[in-house]
């Protein structure tokens, strides 16, 4: 379910020049999850989108939290000269993989304008910048967006702990700001299940291993399956809440934001979703669907 990426956008990669066979000893586990999990263009061309038409100018300063490989602040500052990018994680695993595989790719003058922080996103301005301070400047107040995408804040198991992070959010943005999350829900998203799906060269594997309806808990992991028979099993784990949309966007009123608004995906005709986002009060009771929800500061 969580993955955002389409078949199309598999083929277009995979139309390049043939690559040596995947297997589980030579594949990388972040490239995979960029690969399969990441949509990183259709994320910024929605916020660059919305941030537009709801402020009438356009967003430069943006905050990625749960940054991990920063792949999403790279495509930030791609798409405009002036746009600049912090990215904010936890861990620094991910931000290490980011900084040598993604930020290393862009040119010296893009690179400059995305920064690692590493710290929690409970406390943003006490993060520390990654890999050391350089003396640079970080910009740790202002922001135009602050992003919490592909379903990371729900770590935060409790509503106590959500508001504290909405609030800080909330603090960060500039008096116009806008705050971006995705969202996932429907039946399936309340089953212990697997989904499959194929690409080009590996084979990627949702499994809803675990969920409680009493707590609203569950345990998620990411598998890759290759085709020599390999598997790269738990590649990503993941503890959540499955939180609702009614609830998150009750925790946003409470932080202080006022007003939220439900990006409800458009059908293909096909059972499938279009990946056009419009804003809407009526959604479809589907088995799974993936909506944007964007709180105005």
Not at 137 to 158: E, K, Q
Request: charged share 30%; aromatic share 12%.
């Amino acid at each position: 379910m969580p993955s955002k990426t389409t078949k199309s956008s598999s083929k277009k990669k995979a139309g390049r020049r043939t690559k040596p066979a995947l297997t589980a000893r030579t594949a990388d586990r972040h490239d995979l999850y960029q690969q399969s999990v990441q949509n990183t263009e259709a994320e910024i061309d929605f916020v660059d989108r919305t941030f537009r038409k709801l402020r009438g100018r356009r967003a430069t300063l943006l905050r990625e939290d749960f940054g991990g490989t920063a792949n999403t602040s790279c495509e930030w500052v791609r798409r405009r000269d002036e746009n600049v990018a912090v990215a904010l994680d936890l861990d620094a695993d991910p931000l290490g993989w980011g900084l040598a595989h993604n930020i290393a790719k862009l040119r010296p003058e893009q690179a400059a304008r995305v920064r690692l922080l590493r710290g929690n996103v409970l406390d943003p301005e006490g993060a520390r910048p990654f890999p050391r301070d350089d003396g640079r400047p970080i910009p740790r107040r202002g922001f135009d967006c602050v992003l919490a995408m592909n379903f990371s804040y729900w770590c935060l198991m409790t509503r106590a702990e959500m508001l504290a992070y909405f609030k800080t959010v909330r603090r960060t943005l500039k008096p116009d700001g806008i705050f971006f999350m995705d969202h996932y829900g429907g039946s399936d998203a309340l089953r212990e299940m697997t989904e499959t799906r194929r690409w080009s060269r590996f084979t990627y594997i949702w499994d809803q291993a675990e969920y409680n309806p009493i707590t609203g808990r569950m345990k998620c992991y990411i598998h890759f399956k290759f085709p020599d028979g390999s598997k790269m099993e738990r590649a990503f784990a993941y503890e959540w809440r499955l939180w609702t949309i009614p609830e998150i966007r009750d925790i946003l009123a409470d932080a202080g934001f006022r007003k939220s608004t439900v990006y409800w995906e458009g059908d293909d005709g096909k059972g499938g979703g279009n990946g056009v986002f419009r804003p809407t009060e009526k959604g479809e009771a589907d088995r799974a669907f993936i909506t944007y929800i964007v709180a105005e500061r």
